[in-house]
Each structure stands twice: as C-alpha cells, then as structure tokens.
T-cell receptor, first 115, second 114 residues
C-alpha cells in the first residue's frame, strides 16, 4: 500500500549504542523530514532532505546523522545514544505545492527509549 | 527562527461545548496549517490557510488566518468525544528558501468528555 512507514515502532537501547531508525515512503515525494516529539515541545525538526543526496540540519541536529541515497528512504542514525534522546520520532514527506507551502504526511512514529 | 505559541496547552470540556484554540507569533507566515494527532499515531493535516483573513470550514471546525498573517485560530462547535486529540499549528516562514520546513507550535491537548 502507498504511504509512509517507520521501523521499528518501538526500540529500547542503552546509552552509547548506535541506533538507526528507518523511514520509507512510496509517493516519490522530494522532501523528507525527521522530527522528535517531546511533551511541552511539540515537534522539533532534526534533519530534512530536499532530494536524494541533499540533506540539511534542522533545529536540533546534534547527535544525529542522516543519509538519503534513494528518494524513498531517509534513515536517521543516533551515533551514540544518550538518555536525552529518549523521545518519539516522526518521519514525514511532502512535495512543495505551487504557492511555496507543503502538506506533510507523517509516519506512525518510533518510540525510542535510551536506558 | 520563528516562535509559534499555542494556547491553551490543555483543554478539558464536556460534549456539546464550543472551544477555540489559538496560534500566535510575532512573525509573518506565508502559510499556516493545523494538524490533529491521536495517541500512537502521526499528525494528520486538517487544513492549510494562505491568505490573510481567510476562513475555512471543515464540518464543525472553523479555521481562521489573521489579516496580518501572524496568527490563526481553530474553533470547534459542539465538540464530540471523537474530537479528542492533540491539535498542532505549523507555519512556513514568509520569504526566503524554506525547503518546505515547518515550525510547529507546542500543541493543545483537547479532551472531550461524554
């Protein structure tokens, strides 16, 4: 089915371990985004990508790495997980519409706990 | 970085009541969106407003964009338990190259009791 999927849905890891969260979309959208959601902070942008091999930092990029070798995939890696990275992570995709704004479509989220 | 302030942060009402959620900023937006999020799911777009003074209706939900494009409101008439969820406003900066980036407000948690 068409859509945007994230895996895993739940992950528990330990401090210092590397973790990769996967995001896959079937719409061939150009733009993809990673957010983290924490109580009281809404959604904060970690990284975004305008196309394959084009990525840039968002509001809270420290401790995260992204890549986008294919249009449909946008993995997010925590190089050395810390407790402060315990959060719910959402991936989103979109196309820019004619007037310059976009409608983002979100995945179901990954709940990450760092012990 | 523009700051979007939503109010109230929490809203607990009885079925049938009306409510309004506000989204304010000192910056001018090129567009503003409202999303709704249910527990365990990602946000889902409800509406996009792009013109100052614009009003859009979606069944019992009315969305308004301020004349100066700095604020927006979401009004729900005769709330139902199915309206329960987290409501998020999100905006695109006016001018420049934003690559479609959105800035989100911190959200309003709405609970509608039967």
């Amino acid at each position: 089915d068409a859509g945007i999927t994230q895996s895993p849905r739940y992950k528990i890891t330990e401090t210092g371990r590397q973790v990769t969260l996967m995001c896959h979309q079937t719409w061939s959208h150009s733009y993809m985004f990673w957010y983290r959601q924490d109580l009281g902070h809404g959604l904060r942008l970690i990284y975004y990508s305008a196309a394959a091999d084009i990525t840039d930092k968002g509001e809270v990029p420290d401790g995260y790495v992204v890549s986008r070798s294919k249009t449909e995939n946008f993995p997010l890696t925590l190089e050395s997980a810390t407790r402060s990275q315990t959060s719910v992570y959402f991936c989103a995709s979109s196309e820019i519409l004619a007037r310059g704004y976009n409608e983002q479509f979100f995945g179901p989220g990954t709940r990450l706990t760092v012990l | 970085t523009q700051l979007l302030e939503q109010s109230p942060q929490f809203l607990s009402i009885q079925e049938g009541e009306n409510l309004t959620v506000y989204c304010n900023s000192s910056s001018v937006f090129s567009s503003l969106q409202w999303y709704r999020q249910e527990p365990g799911e990602g946000p889902v777009l409800l509406v996009t407003v792009v013109t100052g003074g614009e009003v859009k209706k979606l069944k019992r939900l009315t969305f308004q964009f301020g004349d100066a494009r700095k604020d927006s409101s979401l009004h729900i008439t005769a709330a139902q338990p199915g309206d329960t969820g987290l409501y998020l406003c999100a905006a695109t900066n006016a001018g420049g190259t934003s690559y479609g980036k959105l800035t989100f407000g911190q959200g309003t948690i709405l609970t509608v009791h039967p």
